[in-house]
């Protein structure tokens, strides 16, 4: 009591924040860990959905009255007559994170929290947006103890999380998850390629393309790799070969993205090999493109289905993307 946290926190004595939370009582020290592996603003009724995981459950009364003394304390701040806390400075969070050990114990609290968090975000009416990536960052960081039937279930639930940052364009954090997910296909194993092929092929693909638009291009590229060294249709490696086309467009390296393009369809046979076989079926097509637009009025063509083949829609965006490439 009557110690001013403010002056320990400005002269960065973090080990006498630790002495203080030490002091102080069982309950309110578990309460304190939860919060502070949860966020460092939380409402006290989810808070309550919490407290059996590092001891036996507390009943609402008698949480928020330990939380109001944490506000006393100075540990804790809210607004008088509100259920929602913040920790009041980001160092004492800190502290508090750092009396739970590091390893074994840490990382099975981290466990049960991510798991709790996912069941209240997938399957409570309580859930919030916050718990998709807090129980994600708790599951990842503790995967190693994870133990699920299903080997996809962490692939997966990253996967769906990166899908929730993408929705609000943020993408960096999108990647992010990708990249858990993709560590996760790893830890399955050396021919996690063979027997997860959708799961994979999924990830690798849209951790490219977000990785092509947010600028870290050599990760891209080595994503890229990644898939088309592992894939041997030409209809999964497409989207791919697009994505890395237009990404050099985005570097000011047209040239490269042109020929890399050219190389592509001539691989595929989808060009001929030859510059002046292609010379004389950019001619060819150009007649007949003439002609038909001659003979048919902008009514006729306005009303004409979009391509719903997959293979040909996707042909048709490479040789796009070559065309302006150059």
Known sequence: EGVD???????????????????LSTDMQRILILAAYTRSSFEANILERLTDLNGDKLEYAR???????AVLDGFLSNNVGSTFYNFAHDRIQEAVCTTVPSGQERDELRLKLGMR?????MK???????MYFAAADHLNASAHLLKTDDPLFLV???VLVSKRASSVSALDTAAKYLEMARQGLHRLGADYWQNFHETSLSVH?????ILFRVGRFDFGNQIAKELIDNVHSFDEKLPTHIAQCNSKRAQQRANEGYEMSIKILRENHLIPKRDVGLKFQL???FLYVRKYLAHHSNEHILSKQLIEDRHLHGIVELFEATSSQA
């Open 205 to 209: 693909r849209k951790l490219a393309d």
């Open 63 to 69: 949480l928020v009255k330990l939380l109001d003394k």
């Open 156 to 158: 997966d639930f990253n």
């Open 124 to 130: 409570d009416d309580v859930g919030q947006e916050w």
């Open 5 to 23: 946290l403010n002056k320990i926190l400005s002269e960065d004595a973090l080990g006498a924040v630790i002495d203080r939370i030490g002091d």
């Open 283 to 285: 001619f060819r097509d």
């Open 117 to 121: 968090l996912f069941d209240l975000v």
